[in-house]
T-cell receptor
């Protein structure tokens, strides 16, 4: 199956600073790359996604970039706020819809 | 739609007992996933169903684990016999699509504790 690696595993930033989380994948057939946010004690929920025919996508303070040649994609959060503190998971999806997730990044935004 | 519904929310059982976790996917979704979440391993894909058929069960850790999907609106994950190392949060998720992938919606999870 797909092998998704995610870095860093933990990340602390000061409120207002930017946070970047990076993922790599192994299967060149993967064509859908969602990012999920999981707050403490809650379920993972989609925050943004990107498809293989797009290099970058932005939604307010969050953005994702995709480099298909290098097989890596990144999540960028600007102007971080305490409510951004959570665990973030990336995923790489092959046709056939098997969702393989990265190991997660625990983000702490320090007020 | 109420979303993906899992039951029970919490389960505490003794080692050696059988545990059954239940999931009702979102109506109309054709893919269902079972995940296990631990601090050490993150979100592990255990098994994936498409149109009620198990497509990939390579993530199922051992023969003690089994999953079924008798119809489009119900799935179970069974552990028999349970062991303390099975303690984790188990999530069910569903989505729609095959060639064009779409968002996976997660249930609230079942927190399993085996003592």
């Amino acid at each position: 199956g797909e092998n998704v690696e995610q870095h860093p595993s933990t990340l602390s930033v000061q409120e207002g600073d930017s946070a970047v989380i990076k993922c790599t994948y192994s299967d060149s057939a993967s064509n859908y790359f969602p990012w999920y946010k999981q707050e403490l004690g809650k379920r993972p929920q989609l925050i943004i996604d990107i498809r293989s025919n797009v290099g970058e996508k932005k939604d307010q303070r969050i953005a994702v970039t995709l480099n298909k040649t290098a097989k890596h994609f990144s999540l960028h959060i600007t102007e971080t706020q305490p409510e951004d503190s959570a665990v973030y998971f990336c995923a790489a999806i092959r046709p056939g819809n098997q969702f393989y997730f990265g190991t997660g990044t625990s983000l702490t935004v320090i007020p | 739609d109420a979303g993906v519904i899992q039951s029970p929310r919490h389960e505490v059982t003794e080692m050696g007992q059988e545990v059954t976790l239940r999931c009702k996917p979102i109506s109309g979704h054709n893919s269902l996933f079972w995940y296990r979440q631990t601090m050490m391993r993150g979100l592990e894909l255990l098994i994936y169903f498409n149109n009620n058929v198990p497509i990939d069960d390579s993530g199922m850790p051992e023969d003690r684990f089994s999953a079924k999907m008798p119809n489009a609106s119900f799935s179970t994950l069974k552990i028999q016999p349970s062991e303390p190392r099975d303690s984790a949060v188990y999530f069910c998720a569903s989505s729609w699509g095959i060639s064009s992938n779409t968002e996976a919606f997660f249930g609230q999870g079942t927190r399993l504790t085996v003592v």
